[in-house]
């Protein structure tokens, strides 16, 4: 058998969390409110944390519930500016959390990933907030080439193909007089 019919045949629990977090990750650039994207993003961390856990990846499991943490944190505090702030503690947390756990271009790329994604999440705009989680991708992607999160993967390249397209819809919604191709 081949990895992938592996993977699906006879998942580990491992990848049967990333099968979940592929779910979530799969369907959230679909909805067009904010707070709905940042709901299903929760349970896309918690359960991609849950996978990296079991595969002993701890930086990629830390830097997701950190994310997680700071996604709760942005629902939260909706409109209020000041307690948006505190978001900005959260990409200092992945940091340092990366550094502590660091285990050299796996870390490297999940620190990365994780704070673009939370830079994204800070964003009341919908279409900033799509622009910049959609940069955090080929590192997400690089990430799980490497420790070998097949499910995680799949949902960042699914994911990415469908948050383009939502992106392009909403800019054109906006920027109606721009050509379009």
């Not at 660091?102 to 870390?107: E, H, R, V």
């Not at 390249?157 to 906006?174: D, L």
């Amino acid at each position: 058998m081949t990895i992938i019919t592996e993977t699906i045949l006879a998942p580990t629990a491992a990848q049967a969390f990333g099968f979940a977090g592929l779910a979530a990750q799969m369907v959230w650039p679909l909805f067009r409110k904010r707070k709905a994207m940042l709901s299903v993003q929760l349970s896309a961390s918690c359960t991609y944390a849950a996978s990296y856990v079991l595969m002993g990846q701890s930086t990629a499991a830390a830097v997701c519930l950190t994310g997680a943490t700071q996604n709760v944190i942005t629902m939260l505090a909706g409109d209020h500016k000041w307690l948006s702030r505190i978001s900005y503690v959260f990409l200092l947390i992945a940091v340092t959390v990366g550094i502590m756990t660091y285990a050299g271009l796996p870390s490297i790329l999940a620190v990365t990933a994780s704070c673009l994604n939370m830079i994204g999440r800070m964003q009341s705009d919908v279409l900033r907030m799509r622009g910049v989680q959609l940069s955090a991708s080929p590192f997400g992607a690089t990430h799980d080439v490497i420790v070998g999160a097949w499910p995680a993967l799949a949902g960042a390249v699914v994911a990415f193909s469908i948050a383009i397209t939502a992106f392009r819809r909403e800019w054109h919604h906006r920027h109606p007089q721009v050509a379009r191709p």
